[in-house]
């Protein structure tokens, strides 16, 4: 079905105005990372390199059949990965609710132990050889998306005596160039760890956290085989996604 939205015109007027004090604090001390990482003098604002504002663009060809199937993509479709199945879609709309077709958007992930695939991660949980916990595809013209994937587990991390990160999953879209690409994690309704996370409390406003946790989609599960989560992201205005490479909140 042809969305509306994707043949309407763009409204005109003025940009919705950013509110930085809605962006996650850069510093603070129960998320230890972040008190060598957070800047210590003002920021600067750089011009933009030929790079960033022309390339790349992403194709359709370049897409594999897999490439949004994390279940089978590692294994090339030889086995399944272990875990909980889970289909995670949704759309990538504008400040206005337009869709943004053919963007492509990219997911990463721990397995169902709560291991990644990355020589850095020493948790002892155990790797499974048919799930290499990354996945990619191209927004449809409605600005819709959708992967197949193993629910991630949850994980210890040496930040405080005893925290762990909830269960999630990066996000990474890209515009049209590098310069217009933005990083943000999906975390999953009912999750108990969302509210122990010193990373996830960075975000102050509890109202801005919620629009990152997506919720239980039946109308899109599949009996007998995966329940769904619905996860929109929208890229500017008052219901932005909160994105972790942006320092504006809105």
Not at 10 to 23: D, E, S, W
Not at 87 to 116: K, S
Not at 220 to 233: G, H, S, T, V
Request: hydrophobic share 35%; with cysteine.
């Amino acid at each position: 079905m042809t969305d509306p939205a994707a043949k309407s015109p763009a409204p005109q007027g003025p940009l919705i105005p950013r509110n930085p004090a809605l962006h996650p604090v850069p510093l603070d001390p129960d998320y230890k990372t972040s008190v060598t990482r957070a800047p210590a003098l003002p920021l600067l604002s750089m011009e933009s390199t030929p790079s960033e504002e022309t390339g790349p663009t992403f194709g359709h060809t370049p897409i594999g059949v897999l490439d949004n199937n994390l279940i089978l993509n590692w294994s090339r479709g030889a086995a399944p990965a272990v875990g909980e199945r889970i289909l995670v879609h949704g759309r990538i709309l504008d400040e206005t609710g337009r869709p943004v077709p053919d963007t492509l958007v990219e997911i990463w992930q721990a397995n169902a132990g709560g291991r990644y695939r990355h020589v850095k991660d020493s948790y002892f949980a155990p790797l499974d050889p048919n799930f290499g916990g990354c996945g990619r595809v191209l927004t449809g013209a409605d600005g819709s998306y959708e992967f197949l994937t193993i629910r991630p587990g949850a994980y210890p991390w040496p930040n405080r005596a005893n925290d762990w990160r909830p269960m999630h999953i990066h996000f990474s879209v890209y515009g049209h160039s590098f310069g217009q690409r933005l990083i943000t994690q999906m975390y999953f309704q009912g999750d108990p760890l969302i509210d122990h996370c010193p990373i996830a409390a960075t975000i102050r406003d509890r109202a801005q956290l919620d629009r990152l946790v997506a919720p239980l989609d039946f109308a899109r599960a599949r009996p007998l085989d995966f329940l769904a989560y619905k996860f929109d992201i929208v890229l500017r205005g008052r219901r932005q996604t909160m994105f972790e490479n942006k320092i504006e909140g809105m």
